[in-house]
């Protein structure tokens, strides 16, 4: 019965946190995806804005940027979107700040342009090692053949003696 | 005259195993150490407070040896991650677009595994496991202290750039450098050893 009231606490708990939080979903915008190498392309999207009451405008600031992007289709989920296109952007993290057609705020999000692809971090060994690691494994091999002769002679000179 | 023709055996295949041996030992030597590709585990957050901004000059790896001076990094023409010049092998690199190591965020360091001369700064990284320590020393004499969370190899045409470069609302540090298999003709690792760290009291 403890264990109930427990849980009943918690699910109340949890119920009137999903009503309280979304103070900050009631003007939500996604940069999707958050993280792109440059010359990619971001979809932004408020998805409070109300198509009928007018193009929404991204704001976009940054290292190197402070430019307006008006949005151009309706969000398949609702709101509206904007492609932006980040060719010769400079690296680093970006801001977009929404507001709608009707001149409401539609809430903020951050975007990152990082480098493309990995890292040339390493130059190559002198020469190719396998050659090394090859030959190596000759050598092994050829002692332990002769070794294996060797034994097998010894044996027989023992059972010469003894025979 | 039967004792002797052993005795000669005998010690030309010991000749041969211990030259075997050495040619085997120095050629693998020569490769860099692979990770055992431990992901990048939850690790329990402990609320350190953010330091401000302060740039890297120094990191410093006790586990394999690592005390290496840093110099900020960008991009090249192409757009790819810039690496301290080939000559300066033991110089390791931070990316100045990202954030600085203690910053809220990941700062990632990148430094050459080797070049033609030999090993360099950054040759044992995947010789690195979960809780090594890492330092940061920065240009305002703190030191920040990052604890290892997983090493991994990723193909480089898929580098996890989300995992690098992406947000985070901790403290973290990334460290990258080549690894996998080197091909001779284009002159470049297959891999990238990337190292997840987060910073520890």
Redesign the interface.
């Known amino acids: 019965m403890k264990a109930k009231t427990v849980l009943v606490s918690a699910a109340v708990g949890v119920g009137l946190g999903t009503l309280l939080l979304p103070g900050a979903a009631w003007a939500q915008t996604i940069v999707s995806p958050s993280t792109t190498p440059v010359g990619g392309t971001v979809v932004l999207t408020a998805t409070t804005c109300n198509p009928k009451s007018g193009d929404a405008i991204f704001r976009v600031t940054g290292p190197n940027r402070d430019i307006n992007v008006r949005s151009t289709t309706a969000a398949a989920g609702g709101g509206l979107s904007a492609e932006l296109f980040t060719a010769g952007f400079t690296l680093g993290t970006y801001t977009v700040t929404a507001t709608c057609g009707d001149g409401s705020a539609a809430g903020t999000a951050t975007f990152t342009v990082t480098p493309i692809g990995g890292a040339q971090a390493g130059g190559g060994t002198p020469g190719d090692p396998t050659g090394s690691v090859a030959a190596g494994v000759a050598l092994l091999g050829s002692a332990a053949g002769g070794a294996l002769i060797l034994a097998r002679r010894r044996r027989h000179a023992v059972t010469a003696a003894t025979g | 005259m039967?004792r002797r023709r052993?005795g000669w055996?005998?010690r030309?295949?010991?000749v041969?195993?211990a030259?075997?041996?050495?040619?085997?030992?120095?050629?693998?030597s020569?490769?860099?150490p692979r990770p055992d590709d431990v992901p990048a585990g939850a690790r329990p957050a402990t609320r350190l407070p953010p330091l401000s901004r302060a740039e890297p000059v120094e990191v410093r790896i006790p586990t394999i040896g690592v005390r290496a001076r840093l110099v900020p990094v960008?991009?090249d023409a192409?757009?790819?991650?810039e690496?301290p010049p080939?000559d300066r092998?033991q110089i390791a690199g931070w990316?100045r677009?990202?954030v600085t190591p203690g910053e809220t965020g990941n700062a990632v360091l990148?430094?050459?595994?080797?070049?033609?001369?030999?090993p360099?700064v950054?040759f044992d990284l995947g010789r690195l496991r979960p809780g090594d320590t890492v330092r940061v020393t920065r240009a305002d004499r703190s030191v920040a202290t990052f604890a290892v969370d997983g090493v991994a190899a990723?193909p480089?045409?898929r580098?996890p750039?989300?995992l690098?470069?992406?947000?985070s609302s901790a403290a973290g540090l990334r460290l990258?450098?080549?690894?996998g298999r080197?091909d001779?003709d284009r002159?470049?690792?297959v891999?990238?050893v990337i190292v997840s760290a987060t910073r520890v009291p």
């Open positions: 039967s052993p055996a005998v030309m295949i010991a041969l195993a030259g075997g041996l050495g040619l085997l030992t120095s050629g693998l020569t490769y860099p960008g991009a192409r757009g790819e991650l690496v080939l092998p990316y677009h990202g990148v430094g050459h595994v080797d070049t033609a001369a030999g360099a950054f990723y480089k045409d580098f750039t989300a690098v470069y992406g947000p990258v450098t080549c690894g080197f001779p002159r470049s690792y891999d990238n």
